[in-house]
């Protein structure tokens, strides 16, 4: 999608300047654009990603939040250095839309949409010895045997979507109590996710499923690749969640009210 396309995206980028006084990081090239969002290069390790999903402010916030309160399951997102609302809200689709901006460490993609199917992308290719060509992703078999944990973190991440959808859709008849989704939810967490890459996001979903938060739309292309700086001691390629928006915390003003000081910027 071009940004010429993204009429709201070229309104806040006449207050460029402002942008980056406001969120204390200058703006770089465009890296690509989604249905809601629009995410720009920054100085490393930022990237800034601007949003018209209304829950991502707040959701990122009740995350980053959790992990504080935790002190645990940091291991499955990017760190994230400041959550703002822009002020005033934008005119879209006849409509006044909150935009948000999320200035996050940024990552390395697991897959790539190439014509409208699901490819590997090449950072995925060359971790796993897999070549570049691999084609479309069809089967989780194709990735062999020294990618074996992750193939089951992807099988996992399908099944946690799955459940976290029917729990917040009321967990209907058919789907069993939310009680025992919200179990279901939390089994998967616990036990579908092993190895130093792939058992890191587990253990996020896990501590945000403690709390009563799951994620509602987590798929093959929200997730990427943490990779390991050079000279970071410990730290090694892991996978993480960049975009967990989708998500109602049931109390967005409430959460609103308690972002960081920056939390609300006008231009």
């Avoid at 940004?3 to 969120?23: D, F, I, M, P, Q």
């Avoid at 935790?70 to 760190?79: A, C, I, L, N």
């Avoid at 935009?99 to 060359?126: D, K, Q, Y």
């Avoid at 979903?205 to 997730?223: E, K, P, Q």
Wanted: charged letters at 20%.
């Amino acid at each position: 999608m071009t940004l010429r396309k993204k009429g709201w995206v070229e309104a806040l980028l006449t207050k460029r300047e402002a942008l980056e006084k406001v969120l204390g990081v200058p703006l770089g090239a465009m890296l690509g654009c989604g249905h809601f969002g629009c995410v720009f290069d920054s100085t490393s390790p930022w990237v800034v990603k601007f949003s018209i999903d209304p829950t991502e402010g707040p959701i990122w916030s009740k995350i980053v939040g959790l992990m504080k309160e935790e002190r645990y399951g940091d291991g499955g997102f990017p760190e994230i250095r400041s959550i703002t609302r822009i002020l005033p809200d934008i005119p879209y689709g006849g409509r006044k839309k909150k935009v948000w901006a999320i200035v996050r460490e940024g990552i390395e993609p697991v897959f790539a949409n190439v014509g409208g199917m699901l490819h590997l992308s090449p950072f995925t290719c060359e971790k796993y010895g897999l070549p570049a060509d691999i084609g479309p992703y069809s089967s989780l078999n194709a990735f062999g045997p020294n990618a074996e944990d992750f193939s089951t973190a992807l099988n996992a991440l399908n099944k946690y979507r799955m459940f976290a959808q029917a729990w917040h859709r009321g967990a209907r008849s058919r789907d069993g109590s939310r009680e025992e989704t919200a179990e279901l939810l939390q089994r998967v967490a616990d036990t579908h996710f092993h190895g130093g890459a792939c058992a890191p996001l587990g253990e996020s979903l896990s501590m945000l499923a403690s709390n009563g938060v799951y994620l509602r739309d987590v798929h093959m292309m929200n997730i990427g690749w943490h990779v390991a700086a050079p000279g970071a001691g410990d730290d090694w390629d892991r996978l993480v969640i960049f975009d967990p928006g989708h998500t109602p915390t049931g109390k967005v003003t409430d959460i609103e009210e308690v972002l960081v000081a920056n939390g609300r910027a006008a231009l």
